[in-house]
Structures are given as structure tokens and as C-alpha cells.
């Protein structure tokens, strides 16, 4: 298939269907034309499931928006594909309700060093935490919470610095900032890029 046999397919869903693969699809395209990346996955397909399965099986598509979009719109179970260098032990909610609407929220605690806490709400019956590395994961396939500085504690893992925090399904994942000399942050691409370095992705 081409890009217009995609964008024809994908004109010819349910209205729901046809927004959600649309956005998907734009971001293969540039032009009117599917980018060079993708377009052997394209060739292949039978269908645009087809070609966005293709893209999400090869690894090496892994950090682009098209992957990432496609994990989070068919409700991929993604984390595996990608390499955490720590691991909280699992947070079990069940039982933890309280008859107090204030405190049933069902989610995993971070617990302060100076005092204090902060639960991050998930649904489910559970969640896994995962600490990873700056750069390390494909960030458009989780949803971004917020930022925490500091020194903390979450499901067993103790963390001291600056931490993007991210949920994904019955996921919390931290992603620890990579600070250069001068305190800012330094991306592992833009070191790559600065420093001409090969980028892993």
C-alpha cells in the first residue's frame, strides 16, 4: 500500500476510528508521501492495522511518534520493549480502599525524605514501577504526570535527583534527568548531536 491507499482506507472508517488512525497515520507522512523510514512497512501491508503493526513490531522504530501513537491507541502492553535500570517492587491496591472518599483513590506513594508524600493516581488492581535512565524509553507512549526534585522513596526504590514522572497503564515510570556540568539538562540526543556522536535511536 501507498499513502493515499492508507489515507483512502482510513477515510472509509467510523468517524471515532477514522480521527484516531488519521492522526496516526500523519505522523508516517510527509507531504502527501508516507516518510522513507516507513514506507517498506507500508509495501508489505494489507491494511493500515497491518502497516502499524508492522511499524510497532520493528525495534528499530521504537523511539519515533508513529510507534508511540500506535502503542497507545491499541492499548499495547509496551514497557517490554525497553531496557529500565531498576525496578520498584509491585504495588498491590487491593484492600486499600478506605470508607473515606479522600483516601480511596487507588494509586502508588512517594514518600518524601524531609516529610511528606504524593500518590500518583492509577486504576487497576495494581502497578509496577520502573526507574529508567534520561532518554531511554519512548516518552510520547506514556502520559506525562509531573516532575519531582529530590531525594524519595517509591516501592522500594530509593531516588535522589530530578525525575520525570510518566504513567503508562498500571505503570508509574521515573526517568531520571541527566544534568551536564552547567546543571542543565543534558538529553542523550542532543549529546549526540553536539558532540557527533551515534545516536541508538
Known sequence: ???QELKDCID???P???????????????????KPEFQAHAEAADSPRAFFEAIYADDDLRF????????????????GRFEPIGRGARIDFRGRESQDAAFSVRGVPVAF???????VPLSGRGADVYLFADDSFNEEAATYFTTLQGDFTCAGL???GMFDVFKADNALIFE??????????????DLANTHGFISMH
Open 158 to 160: 530509593e531516588l535522589s
Open 1 to 3: 500500500m501507498d499513502y
Open 16 to 34: 471515532t476510528q477514522r480521527q484516531a488512525l488519521g492522526k496516526v497515520l500523519s505522523l508516517a507522512a510527509l507531504g502527501g508521501a508516507l
Open 113 to 119: 525524605a524531609g516529610g511528606g508524600s504524593l500518590i
Open 176 to 189: 531520571q534527568w541527566n544534568l551536564g556540568e552547567n546543571g542543565f539538562r543534558a538529553r542523550t540526543t
Open 12 to 14: 472509509g472508517l467510523a
Open 64 to 79: 519515533t511518534n508513529v510507534w508511540a501513537a500506535w502503542a497507545k491507541h491499541a492499548g499495547k502492553d509496551w514497557l
